[in-house]
């Protein structure tokens, strides 16, 4: 099995910054592509970004282009999420996520199948 605990939310205003950090323990080489999915109050969860196993590629939602970069460590087993120039509509708890079971692609949210708890990032006007 595999476990996600996500770390690093809190306040911040508008325009500034968070790393977001998710640690993997478990089975850890069998975690495979992973990604970030946030759900903001009253809204759907969405997609955010994701990274294929290697770090070779990686994917944005248009809404964070730019501002957000994610990256991993497999040695460390550890997913991070840099977010800068943030804004007030940024604000939703984070999620980790992984397809788990050597996947090592990302294709699509519906195929995570591990996930963390999540960390809240509040961004205030």
């Known amino acids: 099995q595999v476990q996600l605990v996500e770390s690093g939310g809190g306040l911040v205003q508008a325009g500034g910054s968070l790393r977001l950090s998710c640690a993997v323990s478990g089975r850890t080489y069998s975690v495979g592509a992973m990604g970030w999915f946030r759900q903001a109050p009253g809204k759907e969860r969405e997609f955010v970004a994701a990274i294929n196993w290697s770090g070779s590629r990686t994917y944005y939602a248009d809404s964070v282009k730019g501002r957000f970069t994610i990256s991993r460590d497999n040695a460390k087993h550890t997913l991070d999420l840099q977010m800068n120039s943030l804004k007030p509509e940024d604000t939703a708890v984070y999620y980790c996520?992984?397809?788990?079971?050597?996947?090592?692609?990302?294709?699509?949210?519906?195929?995570?199948?591990?996930w963390g708890k999540g960390t809240l990032v509040t961004v205030s006007s």
């Open positions: 996520a992984a397809r788990g079971n050597y996947n090592n692609e990302y294709s699509d949210e519906r195929d995570m199948r591990i």
